[in-house]
């Protein structure tokens, strides 16, 4: 019995309304990377969190290192060795590196500070890690992929036995994501028991021992990774198997709808041509920092732009605010849902009538109720979003779910592009074909659909051409036929050298 | 370690937090003393410097205490109330005889008590801050004006000179003794603000309280602290009210909650948290005092004097606003630069 670091047994949790865990069992073992997978709200984060000490369980058992634990808090989980990395970033923007890294367990002497100790140490720990991040730096002020990092390099200086990881990678470029695994072999070797969250299950192939699979708050099954496939796993976690995990549909390429002429915007956005035909999905390869995001958001009028004419079926149209674009029938689903893509605190109703209130509207202003509970109820039902009302705040749904609404609010009114930034991002898999499925949806109506992606299978998968971006520039074009991961990278870091730089200037 | 050593002292210190504010603010501080002595050639003299001194001193103690607040991103409205609480609990307990020295006890405990249930109301009860502190400004208000049943006090009397000079007129060195109670309370609560583990929870709970909560610090206790700190300043304020009359007067401090927030938002305090130092207090409580100064010495009415000061304190947040919305955005698009420095 001994082997297990961590042992939770029959355990059960409820919120208002929701059994969130129901009789789960999982065991750790030292030295080994465990994969705790499962759909959104299956239950991996609530369990993690009820070992880290964030909630408390209803019923069942916790041992750690053959030990009953009662009450775990986070202060106690710390002390016990158990460190977690929540999906989102929990840091103090306003601190620096050292002080996040040590917050709640300053080093002080008589109650005064000691922080180039703490600062000396802050750099050992990240020098371990093999980054190169000043510990004095403002954390608010790094991007997030060494905000990440920092995370880390904070859980791994209380010492942690027992290490979780949520989504560690969502925020990770493909290079940090590699430097990111050599840490967690490093530590595996070191004895540390490692639980690994994530949806990129392309991941796992390269650091998972065994695989702990959750659905609907229960524990499903275990198995060890070599023993088993792709398609094993996700018939486990969807409950059903999932024939096409990027179903394509074949549409007639109609006329030109939309093109952009010398896009300008900064140093992310620089001479952009691009142009979508009806009937075709086109999807923006790229590094993490290749301008995609930019290039989206200048197109949507979100930024400004410094030169770049926009054309919608063959008119022009001036866009310098993102009413300009939604008025000439360009609307965006932006990246980061919580942040740009829904009002969390309003309803789902309120959340899909917002954009759509000139049509709503009657005079003098009035929102028009009875159209505005038809256009959530119609969009709810289209899009199959589970809820138990329209009345619900938009926070409390799950984050495919949420996805939807953002998604959902602006396919209520009759648009000409629809782009998308990062659309399946922290999505499960059974999400991720409904979304494919409605940007297939779109393309048979002959709406033009343009998608951003990190995702390489995804964007092979769905897009009929793909554009592929490095540093603010388009640097290849590829239809999906001809399209390979390698082709794509190769261009992707197509960087322009230094030298030539100089002699054009 | 290397690297403190090669900065030299202008360096070291713009490389504090927040000191960028600061040194906007002191530029402004010292354009308007030029211009005020440019108005006002007794400007200068050491009579008028020493009121000048005097009328910041009690600005700057409730900016102090307001700081604190606004740091761990919530906002006291009751310190107004408990000046006048203060003076008038302190003037009623020594008019009726009591020892000063007990009645300045007592009043400080009974004000402590403010700051605990506001802290309590918040932290705990979870309620907005501008709510829970508005109702504990009528409540404090209330009861300065019921100890001495609604009327305003007697003067406080003879035996109460050591009390009123302890914190009014008496002085020592040839600075007022207020100045040096206003010196020693920046200097204390400056320390526990950037020395100390209670000051790195207060900038850690109104940063990401979140984050706080989950890397095992007590951020309940953590914003009590705070509204405790900013009722014991507001008490001292009082009390140097009461000096300075020489009686309890129950409208004392009216709006003073207000000049607190415009002492900490000059110096560069975010009324957001997680930002800005003690020390732009004390620039922020100096603009103010020589603003109301200078106006006052060039003739202006009080009517002129508080909208040119509502003015500076929504420019100077407004400037503060701009610096901040410019800045982010460019720093993203930099930082996205950093892989590409990497690959050629």
Redesign the interface.
Request: glycine share 10%; proline share 7%.
């Given at each position: 019995m001994d082997e297990y670091i961590v042992e939770m047994s029959h355990i059960s949790k409820s919120f208002p309304g929701v059994q969130a865990l129901k009789d789960v069992s999982f065991q750790l073992k030292p030295g080994e990377v465990l994969a705790l997978l499962g759909e959104n709200g299956a239950g991996k984060s609530t369990l993690m969190k009820v070992l880290s000490g964030?909630y408390t369980k209803d019923e069942g058992e916790i041992k750690v290192f053959g030990q009953i634990v009662e009450d775990i808090?986070?202060?106690k989980a710390?002390e016990l060795g158990i460190a977690i990395i929540?999906q989102e970033l929990?840091?103090?923007?306003?601190?620096s590196v050292a002080?996040?890294i040590f917050?709640?367990?300053?080093k002080?002497h008589s109650?005064?500070?000691k922080d180039?100790e703490m600062n000396?140490e802050a750099r050992n720990i990240l020098k371990r890690l093999n980054v190169n991040i000043d510990p004095?730096a403002?954390v608010?002020?790094?991007?997030v992929s060494q905000q990440q990092l920092v995370e880390i390099a904070?859980a791994l200086s209380i010492n942690a036995k027992v290490l979780i990881m949520d989504e560690p990678t969502s925020a990770l470029?493909s290079?940090e994501i590699e430097d990111l695994f050599g840490i967690i072999r490093k530590l595996k070797k070191e004895g540390c028991g490692i639980v690994y969250i994530s949806h990129r299950l392309e991941e796992l192939q390269y650091i998972a021992d065994r695989v702990i699979i959750m659905r609907d708050g229960r524990y499903i099954t275990s198995m060890d990774f070599k023993d088993t496939t792709m398609s094993e796993i996700i018939s486990y976690m969807v409950g059903r198997e999932i024939e096409d995990r990027f179903p394509r549909i074949d549409c007639e390429r109609g006329k030109k709808i939309f093109e952009v002429q010398n896009l300008n915007a900064?140093?992310?956005v620089r001479n952009i041509n691009l142009e979508i035909y009806e009937g075709e999905i086109v999807g923006i390869a790229g590094?993490?920092?290749a301008?995609r995001t930019?290039t989206t958001r200048a197109i949507f009028g979100a930024d400004p732009k410094e030169s770049g004419r926009i054309f919608v079926d063959g008119k022009e149209v001036i866009i310098n605010s993102p009413r300009d674009a939604i008025r000439s029938g360009i609307v965006l689903v932006p990246e980061d849902r919580r942040r740009d893509g829904l009002c969390v605190k309003l309803s789902v109703r309120e959340n899909i009538a917002l954009p759509n209130l000139d049509i709503l509207c009657k005079d003098f202003g009035i929102v028009n109720r009875k159209k505005e509970y038809e256009m959530a109820e119609d969009t709810v039902r289209n899009l199959s979003i589970k809820l138990p009302s329209i009345e619900v705040d938009a926070a409390s749904l799950s984050g495919g779910n949420q996805q939807k609404v953002v998604v959902g609010k602006w396919l209520a009114r009759n648009s000409r592009i629809v782009i998308f930034d990062e659309p399946t991002r922290g999505i499960d898999v059974a999400a991720k074909v409904e979304i494919y499925n409605l940007m297939n949806d779109l393309k048979r109506q002959g709406i033009g659909v343009l998608f951003v992606s990190s995702e390489m299978p995804e964007i092979m998968g769905i897009s009929d051409r793909i554009i592929v971006m490095c540093?603010g520039r388009i640097t290849g074009e590829l239809y999906s036929g001809e399209a390979t991961e390698n082709l794509i990278m190769e261009y992707a870091?197509k960087?322009e050298?230094?030298l030539t730089q100089k002699q054009a200037v | 370690m290397e690297n403190s050593k090669k900065m030299n002292l202008w360096e070291r210190l713009i490389s504090i937090r927040g000191m960028g504010q600061v040194l906007t603010g002191t530029i402004g501080l010292i354009a308007l003393c030029l211009l005020f002595s440019f108005l006002n050639p007794s400007f200068y003299s050491a009579r008028n410097i020493g009121n000048l001194l005097r009328q910041i001193a009690p600005i700057l103690i409730i900016g102090i205490g307001q700081g604190y607040v606004l740091i761990t991103g919530n906002i006291d409205l009751s310190i107004g109330s408990v000046v006048g609480m203060s003076t008038m609990i302190s003037a009623t307990l020594m008019t009726k005889g009591m020892d000063p020295w007990i009645a300045v006890l007592v009043t400080l405990i009974s004000c402590l008590g403010v700051g605990v249930l506001n802290g309590a109301l918040v932290a705990k009860c979870k309620l907005p801050p501008f709510i829970a502190t508005l109702g504990t400004m009528t409540v404090a208000r209330g009861i300065a004006q019921i100890v001495n049943n609604n009327y305003n006090t007697d003067a406080i009397g003879e035996a109460a000179q050591g009390f009123r000079d302890f914190f009014y007129y008496g002085s020592v060195a040839g600075v007022y003794n207020t100045i040096w109670i206003a010196l020693a309370i920046f200097l204390v609560f400056n320390f526990i603000l950037s020395r100390t583990r209670t000051g790195r929870y207060i900038y850690a709970v109104g940063s990401n309280i979140e984050a706080a909560k989950l890397s095992g610090v007590n951020t309940d206790m953590t914003v009590i602290i705070a509204y405790v700190i900013s009722s014991f300043c507001a008490a001292v304020v009082g009390l140097i009210t009461c000096a300075t009359a020489g009686m309890g007067t129950m409208d004392a401090g009216t709006m003073y909650e207000m000049y607190a927030v415009a002492a900490a938002v000059i110096g560069g305090i975010s009324t957001l948290g997680g930002q800005g130092i003690l020390l732009g207090t004390v620039v922020g409580a100096a603009i103010w005092g020589v603003l109301q100064n200078g106006l006052q010495f060039a003739g202006a009415p009080v009517a002129i004097r508080n909208i040119v000061i509502g003015t500076i304190v929504v420019v100077s947040v407004l400037l503060d606003v701009v610096i901040r919305t410019g800045r982010p955005r460019k720093k993203v698009l930099e930082d996205k630069t950093i892989p590409i420095q990497k690959a050629s």
């Open positions: 964030v808090t986070p202060k710390q929540h929990n840091l103090c923007p306003h601190l002080e996040n917050l709640g367990r300053e002080t109650c005064i500070l180039s000396d004095e403002i608010g002020e790094l991007p904070k470029a290079e900064g140093r992310l590094l993490m920092g301008g930019e540093d870091t960087f050298s230094k | -």
